[in-house]
């Protein structure tokens, strides 16, 4: 069975000192999911605020003097925030895996919708590694590295990748879920902007609607019969 996971380019923890952070794993990428534990919910908090810790310019305002709102201060002051990292898929049978490339970006990761949509091709890096997702008729290709002559790919059914990407939206929210009780104990007063900040660096809403809502939403969303008749 293909996994599909949304993943983080993880950064060296090594002399960051303002919340526990764990040791990222060997594939350079960490999960985003609701089962990490605190510190690795550290790592990716910290990863996501590194990507965005760039000198503030326009109508942003200065960057703090505070070593914690000089850090922060890039992810919360951004209009659009961004990830480092993307969509992880592998194949256990073959053990072959489909990496985000350095040209992708976690924010992005709806752009994948346009494979099932138009059969856009995805490029998401350039040389020396250049992963590419084409709809080849009814089969979704994914090339590890189209500058390598024998690349791993993965292909699997264009209906599958839909419910995948179902399957990322919730680990998103599940990840979020749980960044916001991390936030609460290491961020206490900027708990609810980091979080924030966070859900638009991945491009998902947050708070989530509560499920009443959303199915008066998708109630009201649907003619009754009598209009279904009139139209």
Known sequence: MIVMQPVVEAYSPEGFDLWPTAVAGPSGFLPLHSALSS???????????????????????PRPADPLGSFLHGLLTFDTPFASGGLEVTDPSSGHAFLPGCCDGLEDW????????????????????SPV???????VRLTANTDQ?????????ATDLR????????????????????????LPNLDVPV????????DVPWPPAP??????????????SAQRHRS
């Not at 499920?211 to 008066?216: E, F, N």
């Open 39 to 61: 510190a690795e919910v550290g790592s990716a908090v910290m990863c996501i605020a590194k990507c965005n810790d760039i000198d503030p310019d326009g109508d942003r305002p």
């Open 110 to 129: 709806r752009d994948w919708y346009r494979l099932i949509e138009d059969g856009h091709t995805l490029t998401f890096g350039h040389e020396p590694v």
């Open 211 to 224: 499920p009443s809502i959303q199915a008066g939403a998708l109630i009201r969303a649907e003619p009754s």
């Open 149 to 157: 002559p024998n690349s791993p790919v993965i292909e699997l059914p």
């Open 163 to 186: 419910a995948l990407l179902a399957g990322v939206e919730q680990s998103l929210l599940g990840f979020l879920d749980r960044a916001a009780a991390w936030a609460l104990v290491h």
């Open 133 to 139: 997702a084409e709809h080849v008729g009814a089969t």
């Open 195 to 202: 979080t924030t900040a966070l859900a638009r660096a991945m």
